[in-house]
């Protein structure tokens, strides 16, 4: 009876480890931006993330043997086209969004007198 619980026991978490990574296999992701909830940059589409993963003749998913390989080189990737089409004006707004430093006091006449900024500290 022992024996079946952990069995029980042991399907259970395999199951649900199974079933997770099938889950980010056909998104295309990581553990590590499944867990900041991105989105996966790498998602082309459920059957062709599979292909990617496991390999092009699909008979062979969940046999251990390398038969035909990957979709891919295994050095590029696809990507999804919405990262990659970015429009100038999105481009535009991004850079415009950029912080830039300023020297504090360039502008300011009263930095080329002494006088005032000394002025200026004991009001503070």
Not at 57 to 62: A, I, K, L
Not at 66 to 84: A, F, K, L, N, V
Not at 89 to 114: F, L
Request: net charge negative; aromatic share 8%.
């Amino acid at each position: 009876m022992a024996v079946c619980i952990k069995d029980a026991v042991l399907a259970l978490v395999l199951g649900n480890f199974g079933r997770f990574h099938w889950g980010m296999a056909c998104r295309n992701e990581t553990s590590i931006e499944c867990a900041m909830n991105a989105k996966p940059e790498f998602d082309v589409g459920e059957d062709i993330n599979l292909e990617q993963v496991f390999g092009l003749d699909h008979n062979f998913w969940f046999v251990p043997l390398y038969c035909g390989g990957p979709s891919t080189d295994g050095m590029d990737w696809p990507m999804r086209r919405s990262s990659e089409d970015k429009t100038a004006e999105v481009q535009a707004e991004e850079e415009q969004s950029d912080v830039s430093i300023v020297e504090i006091g360039a502008d300011d006449p009263k930095a080329d007198n002494p006088e005032s900024v000394a002025n200026t500290e004991h009001q503070m």
